[in-house]
Nanobody
């Protein structure tokens, strides 16, 4: 059974940085795309950033230039470096992976709070 475990969330002041990690285990098929989503209270879950096996990336407009996604294909791990954090970045961040047959997998989420 595929399991995704996020880590690295926490409380940070505006302008600060955090680095999220997501480690996959129980992977049977190769992972095509890994991504980070977030969901703030009362809001829909939204895509933050995604990366495919070739390293091609995609970012939400609101985080472009501040966040950077990367992955380690050999370790089925994805990272999200978040810089210049703003209060509106506060949300639960979820790791997402789509394997080669097209099955979608989710982590349990990690809380990121940006507040002074």
């Amino acid at each position: 059974q595929v399991r995704l475990v996020e880590s690295g969330g926490g409380l940070v002041q505006p302008g600060g940085s955090l680095r999220l990690s997501c480690a996959g285990s129980g992977i049977v098929y190769s992972i095509s795309v890994m991504a980070w989503y977030r969901q703030a209270p009362g809001n829909r879950r939204e895509l933050v950033a995604s990366i495919n096996r070739h390293g091609d990336t995609n970012y939400a407009t609101s985080v472009t230039g501040r966040f950077a996604i990367s992955r380690d294909n050999a370790e089925n791990t994805v990272f999200l470096q978040m810089n210049s954090l703003k209060p509106e970045d506060t949300a639960v961040y979820y790791c997402n992976a789509i394997d080669s047959p097209g099955w979608e997998h989710w982590g349990q989420g990690t809380q990121v709070t940006v507040s002074s």
